[in-house]
Each structure stands twice: as structure tokens, then as C-alpha cells.
């Protein structure tokens, strides 16, 4: 089992950035494969980034991609997503999630473990 508590979220100026970060505490988090998620309000929650074990594969949500990064440091149990040209329509609650699967998967119910998430606020 894994816990995950995420936090950098914050309220930020449209075209700035911010970088998140989520710890792990628990066994193994290196045979977890790690993801960011985000729920706006009224609307689904959304596929952000994934990052396999050992960051050789990486996904991105449609059209994030370019603008956010993800990695990890296993060593540290720590995941980050640095968001950069940050626009109104990222402004959600973050979350990291934990699945003890091989692949990234993008849907959300793969997940095995979620932290309590951290707001992103866009100030246009």
C-alpha cells in the first residue's frame, strides 16, 4: 500500500508556471506506476500525465503535452508535474495517483491509490 500526499498548488498568473509534487510513503513505490489527474469543477475528472516505473515512458493528456512535464525520483518516492504557460482552463484540483499495474493507463478507475489533491488557480 502507498499514500500519496501532493502539494505546490497555488494560485498563479495565466502564462506562468508551477511545479507539483507528490510524496509517497509506503513500500515499493518504484514498482507503482505513477499519474496526475485534475477535476475542475462540473467536469470529469481528466488524465494529465503518467510516468511508467522507471520513467521510460511518459504520456500526456490531449494537447498538454509541450507545456507539462512529469518525473519521478525513486530514490526520494517523489513524483513531480511541472506546469509551464499555465492558461484559465488549467485551473483544477490536482491529483497523483498510484497503480500497481505495468502500463500508463489514462483512465482514472486503473488507479489503485489518490492523494487528497491540491488547488491550481488561474488568475487571468
Known amino acids: 500500500q502507498v499514500q500519496l500526499v501532493e502539494s505546490g498548488g497555488g494560485l498563479v498568473q495565466a502564462g506562468g508556471s508551477l511545479r507539483l509534487s507528490c510524496a509517497a510513503s509506503?513500500?515499493?513505490?518504484?514498482?507503482?506506476?505513477m499519474g496526475w489527474f485534475r477535476q475542475a469543477p462540473g467536469k470529469e475528472r481528466e488524465f494529465v500525465a503518467g510516468i511508467s516505473r522507471s520513467s521510460e515512458y511518459k504520456h500526456y493528456g490531449e494537447s498538454l503535452r509541450g507545456r507539462f512535464i512529469i518525473s519521478r525520483d525513486n530514490t526520494r518516492k517523489m513524483v513531480y508535474l511541472q506546469m509551464n504557460r499555465l492558461k484559465p482552463e488549467d485551473a483544477a484540483v490536482y491529483y497523483c495517483a498510484a497503480d500497481q499495474g505495468i502500463d500508463v493507463q489514462r483512465d482514472s478507475n486503473e488507479y489503485d491509490y489518490w492523494g487528497q489533491g491540491t488547488q491550481v488557480s488561474i488568475s487571468s
Open positions: 509506503g513500500r515499493a513505490f518504484s514498482t507503482y506506476v
